[in-house]
């Protein structure tokens, strides 16, 4: 998967326990099967507290290929506009900080 023109970005605001809100573009993929998905590296560069899945299962792409394999999730304030939660995560390897599925 890459990011082309074609790709639709929404701006979302994580609220973080140990810092201010960041404000990052997340990518919304309607070929997503989970509630989203962020990338490691970010999780690692920002501190992002996770938790272990009960079972480890894989990230497949559409052609049926192993993207990565999931082994944690986070619980992210998240804000989008006026709408806000409280999203889980399944943390894996991906091109973009946040995948939204749908």
């Known amino acids: 998967m890459s990011l082309d023109s074609k790709s639709l970005l929404i701006q979302t605001t994580l609220s973080l326990a140990h810092t201010n809100p960041i404000t990052i573009n997340g990518l919304v993929d309607s070929g997503a099967s ?8 970010f999780v690692e560069s920002q501190g992002i507290t996770t938790k272990a899945t009960p079972s480890a299962r894989s990230l497949l792409l559409g052609n049926g290929e192993v993207a990565d394999t999931i082994t944690e999730y986070a619980l992210v304030p998240r804000a989008i506009g006026i709408y806000s939660e409280t999203a889980l995560f399944y943390v894996a390897k991906v091109e973009s900080p946040v995948i939204f599925g749908l």
């Open 34 to 41: 989970g509630s989203g998905y962020i990338d490691r590296s």
